[in-house]
């Protein structure tokens, strides 16, 4: 009997963590304001070029608009400025899973997997030291995805098309007040 007493307030006290456990991961919801106030501070770091703390910025955006493609976007070019390939994919991808006619979406996601493309075949030409055809054959690919990165317009390398507009200007453009 003495067994039962203890086990009850143990499972008691184990449901209320778990409860509280589980209110303290779901999303954060600020004040509209204060959510415009840091779109804005993560948007002026971008264009001040301070991808460090518009990383921070827009990564504490996600919390209040987990889903908005537009934070996603930016941080996708956010990550490729970073030399973070892997992350920016991860969030190009996360974009095109809301909206699969993104086309610049499309196009930094082939951007970021055509520099993946490129590292790999380099790192295979160095490793490829007693395979002469395998080496060969790797610095092949690893100059034509060079080539293939730079724009033949403009003889510039490709480079990530920059952000849609930042959610408050999306609604101020639709005629919705932020």
Known sequence: ??????????CAA???????????????HRDPAAVLA???????????????????RYRDLLRDLPDDDGVWFRLGNIYAKLDQPQDAIEAYQRVLQHDGSNAKAWHNLGVMLVRQAQAAFAQSAQAARHD????????????DLARLGRS?????????AEAPPAPAERARGAGASP
């Open 152 to 160: 033949a317009a403009t003889g510039r390398k490709a480079a990530p």
């Open 132 to 143: 002469d055809a395998l080496r060969d054959d790797s610095l092949a690919m690893a100059g």
């Open 14 to 28: 184990v449901l209320l963590l778990l409860a509280l456990g589980g209110c303290a991961s779901a999303p954060r």
């Open 1 to 10: 009997m003495a067994q039962k007493r203890t086990v009850r307030p143990r």
């Open 38 to 56: 840091l779109e804005r501070q993560a948007a002026a770091a971008y264009e001040q070029g301070d991808m460090t703390q518009a990383l921070y």
